[in-house]
């Protein structure tokens, strides 16, 4: 597996990493908790370095198992977690990025995860009742006392990260990217460029839909999140299947597949872009894996960027109260 720097910061890792959401919240039923601590222990074998959780997701269950799943091999990997929900007793569920909150969920988290460093810790969303100034500040204060190495962001907006790099250093940006999701290029991109910030995009393969086994007819379970999302609708998966089949035409040339192709787009739009996509079976895992060595050649990228233009995709990625936390 090949290794990327995020940015300025150093901070190395293997240039795909494995978003662990789904090991055990969000899509159906929760997977077995063995057989996911062993995916993730096979991930590291196959030369994944970099590991992305969070409190909430469980909420606090995904980092727990991340934890066990890795504490053998600690010193191996990075391990990103992020703060930002008011949770816990008596918590709201909503927003919270004061200080002393974010101080709790880094000493909880450093519990959950068996680690006496979080090696990034992500704001998951920015809290419009905190200045994020007051946000850096804390997350500086647990660098110096060595709880914390590095300070990240979840869908921030270009504004905002400015404003928290003045006060700590941002090491990665954390928003969602791929082919038909490209708002991060207008203004994200361009300033995390010019501060040396690296960026990580999440939902890289748009939620399973660019693999090209969704289509109009798949059918989605009770606690999976697809079902709510504007993008997913029937409607919507019909009208996006020309992104997949673009996909599927470079693939095809490639000896590859839909998937290995909307990754190594990925890597090839910046040196400091890590993609981290989530998957709960082993091939997948070593399907995305193989994306890493798939080369597209500047004749590739400019007739993926000339098609995809002309694919207008159907959908807002999110309901409306979602999209709202975001770009802030």
Request: charged share 25%; hydrophobic share 40%; net charge negative.
């Amino acid at each position: 597996m090949q290794t990327r720097i995020l940015g300025d910061s150093g901070l190395a890792v293997s240039a795909i990493g494995l978003g662990c959401m789904g090991l055990n919240y969000h899509r159906g039923p929760a997977p077995d908790r063995t057989q996911m601590i062993a995916l993730v222990r096979a991930a590291v074998e196959r030369g994944v370095t970099f590991f992305d959780t969070a409190e909430v997701y469980g909420p606090f269950t995904n980092e727990a198992l991340v934890g066990e799943a890795l504490a053998p091999v600690r010193e191996q990997v990075v391990i990103a977690t992020k703060f930002g929900f008011d949770l816990g007793p008596g918590g709201s569920g909503g927003l919270n990025s004061r200080p002393e909150r974010i101080r709790q969920v880094a000493e909880d988290s450093l519990k959950r995860l068996r680690v006496e460093a979080i090696d990034l810790f992500y704001q998951h969303r920015v809290d419009p009742d905190v200045p994020i100034e007051e946000v850096a500040g804390a997350v500086k204060e647990l660098i110096v006392e060595g709880k914390v190495r590095h300070f990240g962001l979840s869908e921030a907006g270009a504004p905002t990260i400015r404003r928290a790099h003045a006060v700590q250093p941002v090491a990665a940006v954390q928003s969602e990217y791929s082919l038909w999701w490209r708002e991060p290029e207008a203004e994200v991109l361009p300033a995390c460029e010019e501060l040396g910030i690296g960026f990580v995009p999440y939902s890289p393969l748009g939620r399973g839909f660019l693999t090209g086994k969704i289509d109009e007819t798949t059918s989605f379970g009770g606690n999976d999140n697809r079902a709510g999302l504007p993008r997913f609708t029937v409607e919507a998966r019909k009208a996006n299947r020309p992104v997949v089949e673009l996909l599927e035409e470079i693939a095809a040339r490639k000896h590859a597949t839909p998937a290995q192709i909307a990754l190594a787009w990925l890597l090839a739009q910046r040196p400091w872009i890590v993609p981290i996509p989530g998957t709960t079976k082993l091939a997948r895992l070593e399907e995305n894996i193989g994306a890493a060595a798939v080369a597209l050649t500047p004749d590739d990228l400019r007739h993926i960027g000339e098609a995809a233009s002309r694919i207008t995709v159907a959908g807002d990625r999110y309901p409306q109260a979602e999209a709202e936390r975001t770009r802030r």
